[in-house]
């Protein structure tokens, strides 16, 4: 590890996601975004739907195009990686980040009918007549929906 860079560990449900270095980090909090460099203060923070970016060091970022990396003098050699989390929770404390998900993928796996068959449900399910908790439930369930499918229109960018 140097001087500008963390350690980042990505937990999902269905197991860890990311593990290495990590030189900038940006989080879809419930209060807006929130980004993380080296030596942050220690904090704790409420993850919502939505896409994440972090900034990895070339030789982790497997299979990317290396002539998109930033190469600058005081900018390592690194990539930007775009994944959807879902809600969770990200602590900073002593230059290590974890973020606990329900949900994490990359772009590239999504499956985009499936996340547009997902968005028609919530919303087909948000005009019922729901008690407040099948509301926040389908309110979720439509965010993750609209997460992915944002996520698919940037990787085709």
Same mark, same amino acid.
């Given at each position: 590890?140097?001087?500008?860079?963390?350690?980042?560990?990505?937990?999902?449900?269905?197991?860890?996601?990311?593990?290495?270095?990590?030189?900038?980090?940006?989080?879809?909090?419930v209060?807006?975004?929130?980004?993380?460099? %080296?030596?942050? /203060? *220690? $904090?704790?923070? +409420?993850?919502?739907?939505?896409?994440?970016?972090?900034?990895?060091?070339? !030789?982790? %970022?497997?299979? /990317? *195009? $290396?002539?998109? +990396?930033?190469?600058?003098?005081?900018i390592?050699?690194?990539?930007?990686? !775009?994944a959807?989390?879902?809600?969770? $929770?990200?602590?900073?404390?002593?230059?290590?980040?974890?973020?606990?998900?329900?949900?994490? !993928?990359?772009?590239?796996e999504?499956?985009?009918?499936?996340?547009?068959?997902?968005?028609?449900?919530?919303?087909?399910?948000?005009?019922?007549e729901?008690?407040?908790?099948?509301?926040?439930?389908?309110?979720?369930?439509?965010?993750?929906?609209?997460?992915?499918?944002?996520?698919?229109?940037?990787?085709?960018?």
């Amino acid at each position: 590890m140097s001087a500008k860079d963390f350690s980042l560990q990505i937990y999902a449900e269905d197991g860890v996601f990311y593990e290495g270095p990590c030189y900038e980090l940006i989080l879809p909090c419930v209060d807006g975004e929130k980004a993380f460099l %080296a030596y942050h /203060e *220690d $904090v704790v923070y +409420a993850v919502y739907n939505g896409i994440m970016r972090f900034r990895i060091p070339v !030789e982790e %970022a497997e299979g /990317e *195009d $290396v002539s998109a +990396a930033i190469a600058d003098k005081n900018i390592p050699l690194s990539v930007w990686r !775009e994944a959807v989390i879902g809600t969770g $929770v990200a602590y900073f404390s002593d230059n290590h980040c974890a973020v606990l998900a329900e949900t994490a !993928e990359w772009p590239d796996e999504i499956d985009e009918n499936r996340a547009r068959r997902a968005l028609e449900r919530a919303q087909e399910k948000m005009q019922r007549e729901l008690s407040m908790r099948e509301y926040r439930i389908s309110q979720m369930a439509m965010a993750r929906a609209t997460a992915r499918i944002r996520a698919l229109s940037r990787k085709e960018k």
